[in-house]
């Protein structure tokens, strides 16, 4: 992953502070490091669409800290008196913005699973626009990649990938039957599990656009903007979808009348031993299940609706199983 200075211009945080604490956090995470050149300023100030007397601000700010040192006629570089962040002062610098969220999602009514759902929504969002940035830069295969006039090393920021949270085919049959006293949720799943659809895409889906002909539904994303006029769905699924819809009201358009409830949500969760488990871990469970049985990435980052393949393997997908299945596809019995 390249490592990029990210304005965000409707925050509260003045322009040149964000520039100062970003720059701030890559030297001591060790992403510049002693002796690295940074731009001038007119080079920083160009590439990031802001007034030179704005950069000259943060240099001589970061200057008079420590964190950068100026030498006559060669330029600006980075300090040895920087320190490192040791992981508990990460947290803290997390733990601020993320508490001054969550009064306001307090103080809005914004229900915790819904704010959750908006964190991730986000992180996921930055993190495809990110590689797409990183792609369509021409990434070279090495280690580190040269930036802003060649004088500006990016390099890989290492850090640990969380794994990928999916239900195995025990833990979904323990859900689907938790969800048998309530017909709407269960269909809600079964939907999520068998098309990787968002939750708010099936909570938009309408009667009309259910094709029982042709075994598929036609689909917009809320979030994408993109559509699929004709995704398919497994028969035993429109087998269920039938069913569901025969016990509707005459006249009814949405699938759903009712919003998703997400106390009842919890409380599926906890009778099928899955507490904690997201709605969009089902996104992921689908993700990982059609790795699981051999569907290329392509066709996977299709039906999710992915921009880059990157996504579609690194935060969706689960591959725990395949390598296991990997292991055991080696001819080890035949060697013996």
Not at 121 to 132: C, L, V
Not at 141 to 148: A, C, D, N, S, V
Request: glycine share 6%.
């Amino acid at each position: 992953m390249t490592i990029f200075i990210r304005i965000e211009p409707s925050s509260s945080v003045p322009i040149y502070r964000q520039i100062i604490d970003q720059i701030k956090y890559q030297v001591a995470a060790g992403v510049l490091k002693e002796g690295d050149r940074v731009p001038s300023v007119r080079e920083l100030a160009s590439q990031l669409a802001v007034n030179q007397n704005t950069i000259l601000k943060v240099y001589n700010e970061l200057c008079r800290e420590n964190v950068l040192r100026v030498e006559r006629g060669e330029g600006t570089f980075v300090s040895s008196g920087k320190q490192n962040i040791l992981p508990q002062e990460r947290r803290d610098m997390v733990a601020g913005p993320l508490r001054t969220a969550a009064v306001l999602t307090i103080q809005l009514g914004v229900p915790i699973e819904q704010a959750s759902e908006l964190l991730q929504a986000e992180y996921d969002k930055i993190i495809s626009q990110r590689n797409k940035e990183h792609d369509e830069g021409g990434r070279e295969q090495g280690k580190e990649q040269r930036y802003l006039n060649g004088n500006f090393k990016l390099k890989e920021l290492k850090i640990e990938e969380r794994p990928v949270k999916s239900l195995n085919d025990i833990q979904v049959k323990q859900l689907l039957k938790a969800t048998e006293p309530y017909p709407n949720m269960k269909m809600r799943v079964l939907l999520a599990l068998a098309t990787g659809l968002r939750r708010g895409d099936i909570d938009s889906l309408k009667i009309s656009a259910i094709d029982f002909e042709k075994n598929c539904i036609c689909t917009t994303s809320k979030k994408t903007k993109k559509s699929m006029a004709s995704r398919p769905v497994s028969a035993e699924v429109m087998s269920e979808l039938s069913k569901y819809v025969c016990n509707l009201n005459d006249g009814q358009e949405k699938l759903f009348r009712t919003t998703f409830a997400y106390r009842k949500w919890r409380k599926i969760c906890k009778v099928a031993g899955l507490p904690g488990l997201k709605f969009h871990d089902l996104r992921r469970t689908f993700c990982s299940l059609l790795a699981q049985n051999g569907v290329s990435t392509a066709v996977t980052q299709r039906l999710l609706e992915h921009s880059s393949p990157n996504l579609t393997n690194k935060v969706y997908t689960n591959v725990d199983p395949v390598l296991r299945h990997a292991i055991e596809s080696l001819p080890v019995g035949d060697w013996l």
